[in-house]
């Protein structure tokens, strides 16, 4: 079975600063994918960015963007020039290519301080 | 633009009590799935299908049932509820696998449930 480790269940950013959350995962397929959801408090799930893992270009998302390490199976998210709207719960979730499950991690909870 | 859509939104149930929680999707997604959501935790996969007529188990499916009569509706019902099942629950749908398939989940508003 898959697991989706987030070491770190707060983080905090001045807002305009740069901040990374870190994620890894624990597979053994070859053919799947990984995502970064936000989640606001209006508890919405919103999709931040998503990562082939095929592809071995790192995806970007405006202020968004991520470090694929495959061989060392992680994935962490990098958010550029925060804003207040950024602070939430991120999760990193993994979704297999073939049975289409997804496994979750625990979440970060982001703070942006003005 | 409905999307997925949950009902109900909130609910209170007395130990013991049964309900149906509904999930709904336009977007003629194969796949759907119900997730749990606990404090501090991230989602959980109770229960999801693969298409209609199909169901199958996830990570916490203990407590609870499911059905897919119709493509667009998957129903996870509560048999006999516990102060256990106190949790957001949320319904998930994405398209079955295609060149183009992003693999993006796509998420309803979420249900929190009580049981008292």
């Known amino acids: 079975a898959q697991t989706v480790t987030q070491s770190q269940p707060e983080m905090s950013v001045q807002e305009a600063e740069t901040v990374t959350l870190s994620c890894t995962y624990d597979t053994s397929e070859s053919d799947y994918y990984l995502f970064w959801y936000k989640q606001p408090p209006s508890r919405q799930m919103i999709l931040v960015i998503r990562q082939e893992a095929y592809k071995q270009q790192n995806a970007t998302e405006n202020r968004f963007s991520v470090n694929f390490q495959k061989a060392a199976k992680s994935f962490s998210l990098k958010i550029s020039d925060s804003q207040l709207g950024d602070a939430a719960m991120y999760f990193c979730?993994?979704?297999?290519?073939?049975?289409?499950?997804?496994?979750f991690g625990d979440g970060t909870t982001l703070t942006v301080k003005p | 633009n409905a999307g997925v859509t949950q009902t109900p939104k909130f609910r209170v149930l007395k130990t013991g009590q049964s309900m149906t929680l509904l999930c709904a999707q336009d977007?003629?997604?194969?796949?759907m799935y119900w997730y749990r959501q606990d404090p501090g935790m991230g989602l959980r996969l109770i229960h999801y299908?693969?298409?209609?007529?199909?169901?199958a188990k996830g990570e916490v499916p203990d407590g609870y049932n499911v059905s897919r009569l119709k493509k667009q509706n998957f129903l996870l019902g509560l048999e006999s509820a516990a102060p256990s099942q106190t949790s957001v629950y949320f319904c998930?749908?994405?398209?079955?696998?295609?060149?183009?398939?992003?693999?993006?989940?796509?998420f309803g508003e979420g249900s929190r449930l009580t049981v008292l």
């Open positions: 299908s693969v298409g209609e007529g199909t169901t």
């Open positions: 977007m003629n997604h194969e796949y």
């Open positions: 998930a749908s994405s398209p079955i696998r295609l060149v183009n398939d992003t693999g993006e989940l796509f």
């Open positions: 979730a993994y979704r297999s290519g073939e049975a289409g499950k997804s496994t």
